[in-house]
């Protein structure tokens, strides 16, 4: 069920048994999605430029957001810098990302599903479309870079969405995608509870492998998969099964730990760089280039 808001409905995951691929069945459609996706959907609020500025930010958002500095000097040899240009972010929300990135010199424009957040993102002074990835115009001119950030397990054609993606793109142009790691302990441990499984807004939801068998069907190489050095997945997860067995004030703290745990990141931040060494933490962000 949708345990992260309480809209009705009940959903299965099923796995190709040929590719390992794993999707939500059933699935709304295109055309009902929307229902799923209400005003007061945490990423755009949570996106919102006045309140990242106002609120402090925990390590686990700056380790994301810092991606604006680190992308251009990512400490990895497979990975050589990237000069500003022009950056096309989906699923850009409310639009803090794409505000940090413009204040470092890039141009950048994005596409939001949501009308509302798509608003307040073009109100910043950027160019946004408002709709699905399959509906929006190609930009004027092929960008750099390409970022989402906990957006491909949302579409319901991800293979044609990234291929779209790939035409945007220059020809040695990178894209950059973080979503959850269905392949880590945590989804084997809580199932259902699973707080980064978010049916049915996840639609599906990728393992290492299988991220990297979508990009190559795309027409993108796989470079790097980073796996993100944070806990927040398995105590908003813990706080589920609570829960569900009756403890709800504790459970309902515990959700809350992803976007409030403020120095707990740093105390368990050895215990998480331990787990990312096996590829085990709940989140990783993979990078990709265009296939010459």
């Not at 950030?149 to 291929?163: A, C, Q």
């Not at 989804?187 to 509870?193: M, Q, R, T, V, W």
């Not at 492998?209 to 050095?229: D, N, P, T, V, Y």
Request: glycine residues 8%.
């Amino acid at each position: 069920k949708d345990i992260l808001q309480g809209l009705p409905g009940e959903f299965t995951v099923v796995q190709c048994c040929t590719c390992s691929l794993m999707r939500t069945n059933p699935r709304p459609t295109p055309e009902s999605i929307g229902f799923y996706y209400p005003d007061d959907y945490g990423p755009y609020l949570g996106t919102q430029v006045h309140e990242v500025v106002q609120k402090q930010v925990s390590l686990a958002r700056r380790v994301l957001r810092s991606f604006s500095k680190r992308i251009i000097h990512y400490n990895t040899s497979t990975l050589p810098a990237i000069p500003q240009g022009r950056m096309l972010e989906i699923g850009c929300a409310s639009g803090s990302f794409m505000h940090q990135m413009a204040e470092q010199g890039w141009q950048v424009e994005g596409i939001e599903f949501s009308e509302k957040a798509a608003l307040e993102a073009s109100q910043l002074g950027y160019k946004v479309y408002a709709g699905q990835l399959e509906e929006a115009p190609l930009p004027s001119k092929q960008v750099d870079l390409i970022v989402g950030w906990m957006v491909i397990e949302h579409l319901h054609d991800p293979v044609g969405g990234l291929k779209k993606l790939r035409q945007c793109s220059k020809p040695d142009g990178w894209i950059a995608l973080s979503v959850p790691n269905a392949a880590s302990f945590e989804f084997k441990l809580f199932n259902d509870k699973w707080y980064a499984l978010q049916l049915p807004t996840h639609l599906y939801h990728y393992t290492p492998q299988s991220i990297e068998k979508m990009l190559e069907a795309s027409g993108w190489s796989l470079i790097k998969i980073h796996h993100q050095r944070v806990l927040g997945n398995f105590f908003a997860s813990t706080g589920y099964v609570l829960k569900s067995k009756g403890l709800k004030k504790l459970g309902e703290k515990l959700i809350d730990f992803p976007e409030n745990s403020g120095r707990w990141n740093q105390l368990l931040y050895p215990l998480a760089w331990l787990l990312s060494l096996f590829g085990q933490t709940g989140r990783m962000t993979v990078w990709a280039r265009c296939d010459s």
